[in-house]
């Protein structure tokens, strides 16, 4: 496999220099002192423009939350932004292309603003945390179909589950991060449409009870349609993320990998990263879906293209493309 980095990006050893200004003279007459204020009150200005730039891209990202907002964008920026496992395969060299599966779920642009209106809150589409529960026994008995999201903690799960429902802000999505607080499942109702559960986030010192209630929830939950299990890119597959595709793979259930953060890596250690994991969904897995999801949860990337697959799996929207 050959990386192909794009134009502009160049290899660390190649970074071209400046020449060399030379010693700077330091201001010290009066015309000098004169010339040197310009330069401060730039300096100055400068200094307060990066976190006015910062507030402006937060909320130029803040406005990709609805699908509208996206589709106004340049067709290049777009792209990147709802499907930002096509854009990364650009980088790959024709012949490696095939490596990733990009198009086995690949909706039109109209499927996945027609899925939006499930994950938006209105008056005769309810969406709301429901409750919680530490036995499976505890939870809410719904006929409507289910997805549940596992991953490490850390992993940036309620951050995901958050962008999910960035359309129904009233959502409150709960963290009990504390330790020794008891670790539950909670579960959202989503309208007539489906339930979502966030399960707890699981790391080497998992109590034994915790362990049993997730396990007891993936083997026995009849309305389980889909698990979305996330792993850091910025890390890739970890120790504790293996015992959790191992057992996904012993229920054989159907599951889903989500790759959190991407926003974090620079595409080169991105991409090398996807390729590892999709190296391993490809050779070692039975039951995960073979098309990565990569997200940020900051960006929105990949959050339009999540949701739009949930509503699909969940049976929810109605298309004769996919
Ligand atoms: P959880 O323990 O899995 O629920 O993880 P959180 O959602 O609380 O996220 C853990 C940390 O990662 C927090 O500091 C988040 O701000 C950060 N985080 C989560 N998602 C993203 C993301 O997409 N991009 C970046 N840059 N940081 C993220």
Known sequence: MRLQFPS???GAGSRTRRPDPGPVAQPRGFLEKKMA?????????TLFEVPAALRLLSRACSTFHAFTDVLRLPKRQMTKLVFPLQELERQLTPDSRLDLHVKI????LEDISKAEAVFTATSRNRISYLSSAVRLDHAPDLPSP??????RSNVGKSSLIKALFSLAPEVEVRVSKKPGHTKKMNFFKVGKYFTLVDMPGYGYRAPEDFVDMVETYLKERRNLMRTFLLVDSVVGIQKTDSIAIEMCEEFALPYVMVLTKIDKSSKGHLLKQVLQIQKFVDRETQGCFPQLFPVSSVTYSGIHLLRCFIANITGNLKTDGL
Not at 37 to 45: D, E, G, M, Q
Not at 105 to 108: A, G, I, K, R, V
């Open 8 to 10: 502009g990006v160049a």
């Open 37 to 45: 204020i310009p330069r401060l009150r730039h300096a100055v200005r």
């Open 105 to 108: 779920f690949d909706p039109s």
């Open 146 to 151: 289910e997805v549940c999201f596992i991953g």
